[in-house]
């Protein structure tokens, strides 16, 4: 593949991810970090009494976990360039949200 063609495909994804994560989802589903910590908060309950286990998942959990789950998709779908796209915004938002807790402990 020529040179100057990979980046014109890694450019299109970036900017469809930096479009999805900073202004569509967050004006469907409001801030991501009031949504990924309502959804780990959920997952949390669901595992720790299905497996009987003390765990607790967080937010840029949940973030890594949806990158999984849009691989795993990419290996049914490898066309659907969603499944790049919002890896890449679930990548994002995961280092966003493992930062701003980093700063909270320290």
């Not at 890694?10 to 967050?26: G, M, S």
Request: proline share 2%; aromatic share 10%; with cysteine.
């Amino acid at each position: 593949m020529d040179e100057e063609f990979k980046p014109s495909f890694r450019a299109t994804v970036l900017k469809e991810a930096t479009r999805l994560v900073c202004k569509d989802r967050a004006e469907q589903h409001g801030e991501a970090i009031d949504n990924f910590s309502l959804i780990s908060q959920y997952w949390t309950a669901h595992i720790n009494a299905r497996f009987k286990t003390d765990i607790k998942i967080r937010a840029n959990d949940v973030c890594d976990m949806m990158e999984l789950f849009k691989i795993g998709r990419r290996n049914a779908s490898p066309a659907n360039i969603e499944n790049y796209t919002d890896a890449c915004g679930y990548g994002a938002l995961s280092y966003e949200m493992f930062s701003d807790r980093m700063k909270k402990e320290i």
